[in-house]
């Protein structure tokens, strides 16, 4: 197995995109255990290897087709799934009634962000990097999120589900809007 051919599935840049995934299971189930903080570090070492896996396949010119898709799915359990569950399983509700329509707009954040992994794929080639993004990205949306919890959880500046959840709708719109962000 030769962990630099573009060709082999288990390239060294896929190996770390599947370390994002095996992270992002992980951090899932501490939000089930309401270990929110594990889940939280681990999502954030999860992004460590997203930027890293970029880079090992730029510079070892090991982008391909199945890496970029592979890295869509990742960011998508990463980035997306995980930081949803994380801050609503953190919320406190009043009624099921509230808690209904805030999972509604949890839903609909997490469709925003598979759009947007999808649309990106197929717009990009594998190996190019543009200047900017359309769009806000998936790691960026779940960095909003996580600010949220923190407001919400450590500084207590805002409790309430229904403002986080608009809050969280402003950012699924913002996954698909014509907001430029540059590429780091």
């Keep these: 197995m030769n962990l630099y051919d573009a060709n082999n599935r288990f390239n060294l840049a896929n190996i770390v995109t599947f370390s994002n995934v095996a992270l992002g ?58 930081p949803a569950f994380l801050l609503f399983y953190s919320l406190n509700f009043s009624n099921n009634f509230t808690k209904f329509i805030v999972g509604i707009i949890f839903i609909y954040y997490i469709i925003s962000g598979l759009r947007r992994l999808v649309e990106f794929n197929l717009k990009t080639d594998a190996g190019s990097v543009d200047k900017f993004f359309t769009g806000v990205p998936t790691p960026l949306g779940a960095i909003l999120l996580w600010i949220l919890y923190l407001i919400s959880h450590t500084f207590g500046l805002i409790t309430s589900p229904i403002i986080i959840a608009s809050l969280v709708a402003t950012i699924a719109w913002s996954l698909n809007s014509k907001i430029r962000v540059p590429h780091p």
């Design 25 to 82: 299971v992980t951090a899932l189930y501490f939000v089930t255990q309401k270990e929110f903080l594990v889940a939280i570090i681990l999502a954030w070492i999860a992004g460590g290897l997203d930027i890293l896996d970029g880079k090992i396949a730029r510079k070892y010119n090991l982008s391909n087709e199945f890496g970029v898709q592979l890295d869509s799915f990742a960011d998508f359990l990463s980035f997306v799934i995980m």
